[in-house]
């Protein structure tokens, strides 16, 4: 069960990995969420380790959440968040997504926005979901994947 998992020893563990990077980092793990294991970062150096876009933290989240699958047996999510990266990008992506809503509602044109990965199209699309004046809709494949905004 997820709630047997020694958090102490998946904290070590993360801890152990930065130093080992040789980034001073302050390692939180927050409280289990489903099948999920939220972890905070803070450091002096975020940028080299989040990246362009995130595809570092990306990274980083897939080969930590490899080494901890030998700890824990059982299926099991990684949210690794480095200086509350994440999190300000969750709020950017919907307020953005708001600002163009709006746009696009008032001047009856569809806006196409950048092509983004699968779970900021998500949080966009789940942000203008219950706007009556609007759509949202995916188009294109695979890295060209990209969210259009249309009046209704």
Do not use: W
């Amino acid at each position: 069960m997820m709630e047997q998992i020694n958090l102490q020893e998946v904290r070590d563990i993360i801890k152990r990995f930065f130093e080992k990077t040789g980034f001073e980092t302050e390692v939180q793990i927050l409280e289990l969420k489903e099948k999920t294991i939220p972890v905070k970062i803070k450091t002096e150096d975020p940028k080299v380790l989040i990246g362009q876009n995130g595809q570092t933290l990306a990274e980083i989240q897939h080969l930590l959440k490899a080494m901890l699958s030998h700890q824990i047996p059982e299926q099991f999510y990684l949210d690794l968040d480095i200086n509350e990266y994440k999190e300000k990008k969750i709020e950017y992506l919907k307020e953005t997504a708001r600002d163009l809503a709006d746009t696009v509602s008032l001047t009856k044109k569809e806006k196409i926005l950048s092509p983004m990965p699968a779970y900021e199209r998500r949080i966009i699309h789940l942000e203008l979901s219950n706007r009556p004046d609007i759509k949202t809709e995916s188009i294109g494949q695979g890295i060209e994947r990209r969210i259009t905004i249309k009046p209704c």
